[in-house]
């Protein structure tokens, strides 16, 4: 992971510029040319979708839910890491028809929040792999 090649196709920025943040460290670099790279992370995936998680008794959605999914993997040159995984956040939030600008605001501020999260849910999947195995219990 000393020399990381980042690959977002789609040009999701948002994403790209919190895992470049994130992964760039005393110890590794975020690197623009692979044949440097002794790691790749790639994003195969990144979407966001919302739905109705709730209505009022005429039927209009009281309370939506905002989620951010991505599919990524990890690679050496020696062979592949972490196969591609998928994960997902998601939060909720109320919703009122009155103020769908507000809403739609508010639904935009989670979903960059989710994007914060999730690059540093994908982090912690890849420091894992430097962990130690944890002593096993004795019974």
């Known amino acids: 992971m000393q020399r990381t090649y980042l690959v977002i196709p789609g040009g999701n920025n948002d994403l790209e510029r919190e895992l ?13 040319d692979p044949a440097k790279a002794t790691a790749t ?5 990144a979407q966001r979708f919302r739905r109705v998680l709730s209505v009022n008794y ?21 062979g592949i890491l972490i196969k591609p995984q998928t994960l997902t956040l998601t939060r909720n939030f109320a919703y009122n028809e009155a103020q769908v600008l507000g809403d739609t605001e508010q639904a935009n501020e989670l979903y960059a929040a989710l994007q914060r999260d999730m690059a540093q849910l994908i982090l912690f999947r890849v420091e894992a792999l430097n962990r130690p195995a944890g002593p096993t219990p004795s019974h």
């Open 20 to 32: 470049r943040r994130n992964l760039s460290t005393a110890t590794v670099s975020v690197v623009t």
């Open 41 to 45: 992370l790639l994003i195969l995936r």
């Open 58 to 78: 005429l039927g209009r959605p009281v309370e939506k839910e905002v989620a951010y999914q991505v599919e990524f993997s990890l690679s050496t040159p020696n």
